[in-house]
């Protein structure tokens, strides 16, 4: 789709000129930086964006990535309720706002978009990118503590994208119960973690307080009743492909054009929905004359089902089909796989 393409470039040319002027060593010194507060105790008392530099790191190093993760969701969840765009969107700890791009790149349009945050500088940071996109330049970029207090404008879309790793249970609660609340009656809601066990973890935590409060899964799960995986043995995730700037391969190094941004996540929603009949849970074996599929299925089961030549066009498809889409796909014949 050539606006996917386009916005995820307008994206990458607003965060290319963010780390002009800072030597290139010292640009990857607040990477590093910033790598080393992610891997320590969280949550914090106080962000842990705090100035300028951190946040144009954050944003050139971790924002392409959060966005594609984003973006992902966003196409499942849209697959699974056609027709249905946000009037709205609010985004909470919303830090730079890859998920208003996200948003915008799947519904395009204008709509009253809100990112809140407690980090002051990566709003500004944030508003200054979102300039580049006409979207999104009319966006509202507000200061706001997730904690008990949290209220939000009703809205029909509230993402919570890459941020319940960074709070107490407590603030996690408040804040999906938060985000339910703000959901309009057609309204759904959109979080996404690290594609971790910690991380799936935090998702099935918001996914059944979501599931309790009358919400529907529409994404990734075929049903809304309890997730198959045991706790402890497995975790569900998927993946993203992210095309690496000159400044990930200098982090990194290496020469990868691109790399995979793992990711978990739960779009529920009020409004009508039609969840994919089974979801590709890991990346399809491709053998010879058959596909292996890792499937989880509406009757809250995961099984491994293979499907060969003689499925005819549904082999096809399968051949075709990746980590974390419909099956069978939502085009596709069905005939006995
Ligand atoms: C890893 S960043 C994710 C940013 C953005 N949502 C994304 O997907 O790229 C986590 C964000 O949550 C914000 N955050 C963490 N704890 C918060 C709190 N208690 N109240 C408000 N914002 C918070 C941070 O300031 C930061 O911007």
């Not at 569900?236 to 990930?248: I, K, N, Y």
């Not at 890792?294 to 009757?299: G, I, K, Q, R």
């Given at each position: 789709m050539n606006d996917v393409v386009l916005a995820s470039e307008t994206l990458r040319g607003a965060l290319s000129g963010l780390l002009d002027g800072l030597p290139p060593r010292q640009a990857a010194g607040a990477v590093e930086r910033l790598i080393a507060n992610y891997r320590g105790t969280t949550p914090t008392d106080a962000p842990i964006l705090r100035d300028r530099a951190d946040v144009a790191a954050y944003a050139a190093y971790r924002m392409p990535a959060t966005f594609e993760a984003v973006r992902s969701a966003l196409a499942e969840f849209a697959a699974a309720v056609p027709g249905w765009t946000p009037g709205g969107h609010v985004d909470v700890g919303g830090g730079t706002g890859a998920a208003t791009w996200a948003v915008a790149d799947t519904w395009p349009g204008t709509r009253p978009?809100?990112?809140?945050?407690?980090?002051?500088?990566?709003?500004?940071?944030?508003?200054?990118?979102?300039a580049a996109h006409p979207d999104l330049r009319d966006a509202t970029w507000r200061r706001a503590r997730i904690g008990a207090a949290l209220a939000l404008d009703e809205s029909d879309l509230v993402?919570?994208?890459?941020?319940?790793?960074?709070?107490?249970?407590?603030?996690?609660?408040?804040?999906?119960d938060a985000a339910a609340a703000a959901a309009s009656a057609t309204g759904a809601v959109v979080v996404v973690e690290p594609g971790t066990p910690d991380g799936y973890a935090r998702i099935i935590e918001a996914r059944d307080r979501l599931v309790a409060a009358g919400f529907r899964v529409a994404a990734p799960c075929p049903h809304s009743a309890a997730c198959?995986?045991?706790?402890?043995?497995?975790?569900?995730?998927?993946?993203?492909?992210?095309?690496?700037?000159?400044?990930?391969?200098q982090v990194k190094g290496g020469s990868l054009a691109y790399e995979d941004e793992k990711f978990s996540y739960v779009a529920a929603t009020r409004a009508a929905a039609v969840p994919a009949p089974a979801r590709v849970v890991r990346r399809p074996q491709i053998r010879k004359g058959q596909v292996l599929?890792?499937?989880?299925?509406?009757?809250?089961?995961?099984?491994?089902?293979?499907?060969t030549k003689r499925h005819g066009e549904l082999y096809k498809a399968a051949r075709d089909t990746d980590w974390g889409d419909a099956w069978p796909p939502r085009d596709a014949t069905q005939d006995g796989a």
């Open positions: 978009v809100t990112v809140l945050d407690w980090a002051e500088p990566a709003l500004a940071l944030g508003r200054e990118i979102a993402t919570v994208s890459y941020v319940l790793g960074e709070l107490t249970a407590a603030d996690r609660a408040a804040v999906v198959p995986i045991v706790p402890g043995t497995d975790w569900c995730h998927f993946s993203a492909r992210v095309s690496r700037s000159s400044l990930h391969r599929l890792d499937l989880c299925e509406t009757d809250e089961q995961l099984r491994r089902r293979t499907v």
